[in-house]
Structures are given as structure tokens and as C-alpha cells.
């Protein structure tokens, strides 16, 4: 290939990581190009799905308002990792977030105040306008301006690598060379057998995430995290680690985004199929818990389960797309949900009886909870008492997986220790450096935002170093 027709910097993936990559690399005055697996009208990966980004701010900004400063942030990541997290990246990711929104705009991005049933984020997170979608279209528009080269349904199978340096990217039987490459494709929870293979079979001999929905796009297959392993790179996290939330069992396999998430768990209780509680609904504010509830429903026998409210609660969250079974009785309602009506009736009765009677308030942690009823719901506990009683069955909604490529401050891949000099990843592909386990809501782009930029920074860098290395040799 003759070196002049040779990009300095290739980016492989199309979401935001990539995105913020393919810029920085651009405007550092490297040319780019991009390879996205997905066809252009699906563009933007799990990225085309968010809403929102995690942003420290020590003063009202724009959108935020009141304070969030660096260490509530790290606080908060801390609790939520259960401390399987890197403190340094996570605070470089914390900084980095108070300081990329005048970058994003530059490039397109609007941000807006949150809407009511925004999971009570409107401190600590700034609302993409438009969502996504939106920021993805953005992205892509600025880096076609720019004169980034963009290739649509180019999914990159392999890597040539050679002493921990990256050589070229093979899309089928294309070799394609760059100086230097991000990697930014995505975990891989779109691969169901790898899902499957990762959580295997439990004691009942399910294979539970043959019952797993994916959230977001089908594009995210893992197949590049899989070579990178394979050859060598430093891995990080855990494979059953996941971020995963309790979704609409009627969602779609793939892309059903944040509309099949059911937000009335913490209003009413939860059943699973032999119609027995097994968690405490009302542990936390729902958006401290909502991203726990999809790996108890894994953990239930054929890893459904079905949320029960009644009259009381309607109203009071945010409407999911499909309407709730509805019922005017429970035996009626246990009917239409395929439950066993005698078993139903008395686990509604009993929590009901076990209900102490308080001050209902679902913006605090009230003083409803029950008493001598297992398990317990600490707060928002109210009788199941008031037709028409509605009922959603929920399935486990993977949103991304936490294993990934283990990075430094310079979001260089690592083989056996040492970092690469033209290798660089970012996005969900390293997210597991930062989120061990568990999640806060926003962070994700958060990573994806902060290492893409850093990585494409470094990527143009270690390009130049090497166009002065073709030049020597020449
Ligand atoms: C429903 C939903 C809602 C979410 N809401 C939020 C939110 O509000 N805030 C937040 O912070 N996070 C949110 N997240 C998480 C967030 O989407 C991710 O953390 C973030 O988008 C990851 O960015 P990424 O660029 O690494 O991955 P992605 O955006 O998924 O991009 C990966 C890209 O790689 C491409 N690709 C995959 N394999 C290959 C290959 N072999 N060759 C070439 N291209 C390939 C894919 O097509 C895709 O374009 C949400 C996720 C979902 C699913």
C-alpha cells in the first residue's frame, strides 16, 4: 500500500467513543477514517440509545443545577463498583466530564434541562437534546464535515498486530492499514451465545440468558474484544458483569431502548413465576435500584418475574410503551398472567397484612415498610388492595458488559503490562477499568466521552510518530 494512501488513524466502531475519537484524531490534523458495522441507518451503537452524561460541576452550569463536586462523584462510583474500580482513571473520567460539554457543542450536541421521569438526575446530569440519536447524527456530521472518511456496514473481523503494534484491520478479505487505531466497538452483549456461555447453566439447569434481552443495538458482537484476549491484550472484569435492568418481557430481542424499562417496582411488589417475593421493592429510590433488578430476575426460575401494582400507583411513574395486564380482581389478574391464583392471592394477602401504616411518600424514604412479612419492603409499602390491579412481566434487559481491554491514563491497549505505541481503546470496550460492577446513571458515556477523546488524541500523536518513521526509512 503506498503511504500516502494509508489513514493515519482508523477508528473502528460508530458510537460515541468512536465518535469522540475520530474528532479529537481529526482535529489534531490526522486523517481518519472510520469503519461501522452496523448499515448508516442503524448507526451510533448503544450510543444512539442514552439520554443523558454524568457531569462533575462544582457550581450551577447551564443545565445542572446546584453543585456536584469531584468527590460526591467519586463517592458515588465508589459505592455503586463496591470498590472494583481504578481511582485514578475514574477521577480522570470524573474531571474529564466537567470539561468536554463546550467540545460537544462545538460539534453539535444541544443540551436541554431533564424532563419529569427522568430518574431525579437533574443535578448531576445534563440531558442530550434531542437524545442520542441526536448526539450520534450530530457527531457523524461533524466528522463528515471535517473530512473524516466514514464506512457504513464495514465490520472489522481481525487485527494484524505485530510486537503489540497495530498493523491493519481485515473487513472480510479487505486489509486495511492505518499508523495507528482506537478500538471503540462496543462490549458483548449482543452475542447471545457469548452470554450464554459466560453465564452457563444454573442449578436448575436453565441456561438463564437464553432469556436475556438486549436493550440496545445487535452490532456490539464482541467478536474484536474476543481477538484482542486471544492475542494477547490485558483483560479487565468479569464476564457476567453487566449493566442490566428489569424490562418489558413483551421488549423486542435487540434496540427496544429506554422505553421497555418498567418503572413501577419500587410502587407496588414483585412475584416471580411460582408467585413468591424475592427481593425487597422498596430497598432504595428507584434510580439507585433500577439497574440491580435485571440480574434478580436472572437469578429467578426462568428468569421472568412480574411487577404488581394496583389503582394507587397509576400515575405516579413513568409509563412504560405497552399497557399493564389489567385486572379488577387478583385471581383475575394472577389468570392473565399465567400465575397460580391461590398462590398469588396469599402473597398479596400476606404482604398486605404485613403492611405498617405510615405516611406514603415517594419522594423520600417514607416510614411505609412492612412488619414480619419475608422479604421485607422498607419503604412505599401499601396494601395491594384498590381494582384495577395491573401486572407486567419482566425479563432481564442487558444494557453493556463490563469485561474489556485493561487501559492506562493514555487509553493504550496493554500486552502483558506494556502499553502500545499506535493502539489505543475507548467506550465500553475498557468501561470495565472503570465500573468493576454496578452502575450510576450517565456514566457510561461519561467513560466513553472522556477515553474516546483521549485515545483519539493519542492515536493522531502516535500516527505522526510514525509518518516520521516512514520518512526516515524512505
Ligand atoms: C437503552 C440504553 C440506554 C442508555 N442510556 C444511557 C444514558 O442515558 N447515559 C449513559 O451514560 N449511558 C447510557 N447507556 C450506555 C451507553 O449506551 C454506553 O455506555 C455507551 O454508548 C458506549 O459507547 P460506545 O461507543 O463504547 O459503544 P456503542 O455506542 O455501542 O458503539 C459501538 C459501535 O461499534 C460498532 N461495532 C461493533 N463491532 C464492530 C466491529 N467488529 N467493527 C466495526 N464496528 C463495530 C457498533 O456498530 C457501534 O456503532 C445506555 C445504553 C442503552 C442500551
Known amino acids: 500500500m503506498n503511504p500516502s494512501s494509508i489513514p493515519d488513524v482508523l477508528v473502528i466502531g460508530g458510537g460515541n467513543a468512536a465518535l469522540c475519537a475520530a474528532l479529537m484524531a481529526r482535529e489534531a490534523g490526522a486523517s481518519v477514517l472510520l469503519l461501522e458495522a452496523a448499515p448508516r441507518q442503524w448507526r451510533g451503537g448503544n450510543s444512539s440509545h442514552t439520554r443523558n ?3 462533575m460541576h462544582d457550581a450551577p452550569q447551564d443545565v445542572l443545577v446546584d453543585a456536584y463536586p469531584e ?24 474531571r474529564a466530564s466537567s470539561q468536554c460539554r463546550d467540545w460537544m457543542r462545538r460539534h453539535g450536541v444541544h ?33 463528515e464535515n471535517l473530512g473524516v472518511k466514514i464506512r457504513y456496514e464495514a465490520p472489522v ?23 495507528a487505531c482506537v478500538l471503540a466497538a462496543g462490549g458483548f452483549e449482543s452475542n447471545r451465545e457469548w452470554l450464554r456461555q459466560a453465564w452457563g447453566q444454573n442449578e436448575r439447569g436453565e441456561w438463564p440468558a437464553d432469556n436475556f434481552l438486549i436493550r440496545g443495538t445487535r452490532f456490539n458482537m464482541g467478536n474484536l474484544l474476543k481477538f484482542m484476549i486471544e492475542a494477547g491484550a490485558d483483560a479487565i472484569g468479569d464476564p457476567t458483569q453487566a449493566h442490566m435492568v428489569a424490562i418489558d418481557a413483551r421488549a423486542p430481542l435487540y434496540d427496544g431502548g429506554i422505553c421497555t424499562r418498567i418503572d413501577c417496582v419500587s410502587l407496588g411488589i414483585v412475584v416471580n413465576e411460582n408467585a413468591q417475593r424475592f427481593y425487597d421493592e ?25 411487577s404488581i401494582i394496583d389503582a394507587k400507583s397509576v400515575g405516579r411513574f413513568m409509563p412504560p410503551v405497552f399497557p399493564g395486564v389489567r385486572a379488577n380482581t387478583l385471581e383475575d389478574l394472577a389468570a392473565q398472567l ?7 392471592v396469599k402473597t398479596v394477602s400476606d404482604y398486605n397484612a404485613a403492611c405498617q401504616a405510615g405516611t406514603f411518600d415517594h419522594t423520600t424514604l417514607d416510614d411505609c415498610h412492612t412488619n414480619g412479612v419475608s422479604p421485607a419492603k422498607t419503604h412505599w409499602a401499601r396494601p395491594i388492595d384498590t381494582a384495577p390491579f395491573y401486572g407486567y412481566a419482566l425479563r432481564p434487559g442487558v444494557t453493556f458488559t463490563y469485561l474489556g481491554l485493561k487501559v492506562d491514563e493514555h487509553a493504550a491497549v496493554h500486552f502483558g503490562g ?40 493519542r492515536a493522531a500523536m502516535a500516527a505522526k510518530k510514525k509518518q516520521g518513521e516512514y520518512r526516515a526509512a524512505a
Not at 72 to 87: A, M, P
Not at 167 to 179: K, N
Not at 426 to 452: C, D, H, Q, R, S
Open 338 to 344: 399465567g400465575l397460580d391464583a391461590g398462590a398469588f
Open 418 to 457: 506494556q502499553p502500545s505505541a499506535n493502539l489505543f481503546v475507548a467506550g465500553e470496550m475498557m468501561a470495565g477499568n472503570v465500573l468493576g460492577k454496578g452502575y450510576t446513571a450517565g456514566v457510561g458515556m461519561a467513560i466513553g466521552t472522556a477515553f474516546g477523546r483521549i485515545a483519539g488524541n
Open 282 to 306: 422498596g430497598e432504595d429510590f428507584w434510580p439507585k435500584r433500577y439497574a440491580i433488578w435485571g440480574r434478580l430476575v436472572a437469578q429467578q426460575p426462568s428468569q421472568i418475574a412480574y
Open 71 to 94: 468527590e460526591e462523584y467519586w463517592q458515588d462510583l465508589l459505592k455503586v463498583t463496591g470498590g472494583i474500580t481504578n481511582e485514578k482513571l475514574a477521577r480522570l473520567v470524573i
Open 157 to 179: 473481523s481481525r487485527l494484524e498486530l505485530k510486537d503489540g503494534q497495530f498493523v491493519a484491520a481485515w473487513v472480510g478479505d479487505e486489509r486495511i492499514e492505518a499508523r
Open 53 to 55: 452524561l454524568r457531569c
Open 111 to 143: 443540551f436541554q434541562p431533564p424532563l419529569s421521569g427522568a430518574l431525579h438526575v437533574a443535578r448531576t446530569n445534563a440531558f442530550f437534546m434531542g437524545g442520542g440519536k441526536a448526539l450520534v447524527n450530530a457527531y457523524f456530521r461533524s466528522a
